[in-house]
């Protein structure tokens, strides 16, 4: 007997109920981006090694999926070097391509290729899947969808305020609570500097940004396994368990960050974009997280991150400023801050909180139950009328038995099924049942498009 066939670990098969709930993710967060004037781009699945390694850290090269070159991949590769070279040196000889890790970097590559054909500002959304070589477990997958708004072209905190908003407003349509947490990098290097690490800002920012995974002590531990020493570990301890409002942990952390420049000038960031949103009216809860740190090396000043508040899940938003990102592909000077939402974790968190609208549901609202060809004729007529007016129709293909008819209509949780026999095509109406009530009627064709669509 053959074996039933099987999609990789970390993938999922999608089907139609599962492809309607996602199409509504997807319509709501690319209806908010169109709102605040984003437009979209699409870029390709794989891109040039090149453009991707180096970009993610030491942690995220390691996961990003590599493409074996085409054809006899092998030739120049001598035994010997087979024999001593290291995964990543055959793999840098093995391949040229790989799948896109997240879609900023495509993005900041997309923006300096095409540089003489953007205005800038240039804001953009990109709704596409992306691809991690990581360990799969609940709410983490190696195939998933981002959901980008970027805005490169200005250096201006109006826009870490604007992409503040758009968060809010889809999570206020999705009806979900969500915490929007809100750090800067400039605080972080800051830190590091005046705790005398300033050359360990990578290492403190990616154990830091572990806390609520790993706890505290793990996360000293990881710190001390980095190369600080115990007293810089104990510096930290203050500012990794800052509490308070917004308004007393600035004032904290500006009495630790006094001597660091680059230090105050996060926390001034961090105070202006509060300040404006505060003018504002926000239904999420905005807070200061000094362990924030987004592991990610190309943020360089605000960083953002949502959690669910009703739900255990890992961050389901996340982003940040990134002025140094399209230097590395030649285009130095151009300052960018987007967002990403995570679809799949989002899709995850409807589902568990029954939150997603009853008309993704359904599809199809009206089926004409088939009696023949004579009225399966007559039928497809009235079909073509009730699409016409906007009404999603079937008309069953096969003259089967009522009850098989009517058992297919409430498998597919059809609202509506029309009746038209030999009588209802001589009086000109339908047999109307509404599928929920039971209840049956004779009406018009135009009657009964205005009964289904109220």
Request: net charge negative; aromatic share 8%; glycine share 8%.
């Amino acid at each position: 007997m053959a074996q039933k066939p099987s999609i990789p670990k970390g993938t999922r098969d999608f089907g139609p109920l599962e492809m309607a709930r996602r199409n509504y993710i997807f319509d709501t967060i690319r209806a908010v981006f169109r709102l605040y004037g984003y437009r979209p781009i699409e870029t390709p699945s794989m891109e040039n090694l090149s453009t991707l390694m180096g970009k993610y850290g030491e942690e995220g090269d390691k996961l990003l999926f590599k493409i074996l070159n085409s054809g006899d991949f092998t030739r120049s590769v001598s035994t010997q070097l087979y024999e001593e070279a290291t995964a990543p040196q055959l793999a840098a000889k093995f391949c040229e391509k790989g799948l896109r890790y997240d879609l900023t970097v495509p993005f900041a590559r997309y923006v300096v290729q095409h540089r003489e054909e953007l205005q800038m500002p240039f804001k953009r959304y990109q709704i596409q899947p992306v691809w991690r070589a990581d360990k799969p477990q609940r709410g983490r997958y190696r195939e998933f969808y981002q959901c980008d708004a970027d805005v490169v072209g200005s250096d201006s905190l109006l826009n870490e305020v604007e992409l503040l908003c758009i968060i809010d407003e889809v999570f206020r349509r999705f009806g979900i609570r969500v915490a929007i947490k809100l750090n800067n990098r400039k605080i972080l290097s800051g830190i590091a500097e005046v705790i005398g690490a300033a050359d360990k800002i990578v290492d403190i920012t990616v154990a830091i940004d572990k806390l609520d995974k790993i706890g505290l002590e793990a996360v000293n531990a990881e710190l001390a396994a980095a190369g600080l020493n115990e007293e810089q570990v104990q510096a930290l301890q203050p500012i990794i368990t800052l509490s308070g409002t917004n308004a007393e942990k600035l004032e904290a952390i500006r009495s630790v960050l006094a001597a660091s420049e680059v230090g105050m000038l996060g926390c001034q960031e961090v105070e202006t974009v509060l300040q404006t949103v505060e003018q504002g009216e926000m239904n999420s809860t905005l807070e200061l997280d000094l362990t924030l740190a987004r592991g990610l090396n190309y943020y360089t000043g605000c960083i953002v991150e949502v959690k669910a508040l009703d739900v255990e899940m890992g961050s389901i938003t996340g982003g940040g400023r990134y002025d140094n990102l399209t230097g590395i592909f030649g285009l130095p000077g151009l300052s960018g801050v987007g967002i990403s939402f995570g679809a799949d974790r989002i899709y995850d968190v409807l589902g568990q909180l029954d939150l997603y609208p009853a008309e993704t549901e359904t599809g199809v609202a009206l089926l004409f139950i088939n009696f023949g060809k004579a009225e399966a004729d007559h039928c497809l007529k009235l079909a073509r009328t009730a699409r016409a007016a906007g009404i999603a129709t079937e008309v069953y293909p096969d003259p089967a038995k009522m009850k098989k008819q009517m058992a297919y209509a409430n498998a597919r949780n059809i609202p509506f099924v029309a009746l038209v026999g030999e009588s209802e095509m001589q009086e000109g109406v339908i047999t109307l049942k509404n599928m929920a009530t039971g209840e049956q009627q004779k009406v018009g064709m135009e009657e009964a498009i205005a009964i289904i669509g109220a």
